[in-house]
């Protein structure tokens, strides 16, 4: 199994697991036409990935759940509109209508978490995302937009994949 991730999490203590941590190209405006191509092309996310993705991340791992099969998708800090910012109607995310039943389709395992205290996500945002994919959503009142570097939640999310595979 793999898990493609940005976060520095201890996936090695997860047996059959390898983690890509891979900075993302464009990280200010993370573009859909730049990031897309490349969890494709040089992530090589499938059938086996397990795909974690926060904030902008969480939006393109929804849209390339949207054409390709993946394992699973652990949503942290997820969105569903462009939040009125110039920048993330750039990226290109927010253009279209969310095709969840396609990513239900798609997806074997859909995790998320989100919390009330984010700073820059509404909470109707991130409940939206749970309730269009039937997520299993973890839902918090004190992590704001989870960018803290001990996160032993998204471990535990991780293993309970791997028992699932």
Request: with cysteine.
């Amino acid at each position: 199994m793999l898990a493609s991730s940005s976060y520095n999490s201890n996936y090695e203590m997860i047996p059959d697991v390898t983690c890509l941590l891979s900075n993302m190209p464009d990280p200010v405006t993370a573009r859909e036409s730049i990031w897309l191509p490349f969890i494709q092309e040089e992530l090589q996310c499938d059938e086996e990935t397990v795909i974690i993705g926060h904030s902008s991340g969480a939006a393109a791992a929804m849209r390339y759940a949207e054409t390709h099969n993946v394992f699973g998708l652990i949503l942290v800090g997820a969105y569903t509109s462009d939040l009125g910012d110039e920048n993330e109607r750039e990226s290109g995310y927010f253009s279209r209508p969310w095709e969840w039943e396609q990513m239900r389709r798609n997806v074997g395992h859909i995790v998320q978490f989100g919390s009330t205290d984010d700073p820059f996500l509404p909470w109707e945002e991130q409940q939206a995302v749970a309730e269009g994919l039937g997520a299993v959503l973890h839902k918090y009142t004190d992590r704001g937009h989870f960018q803290n570097t001990q996160f032993p939640e998204l471990i535990d999310a991780m293993r309970k994949l791997r028992a699932a595979a």
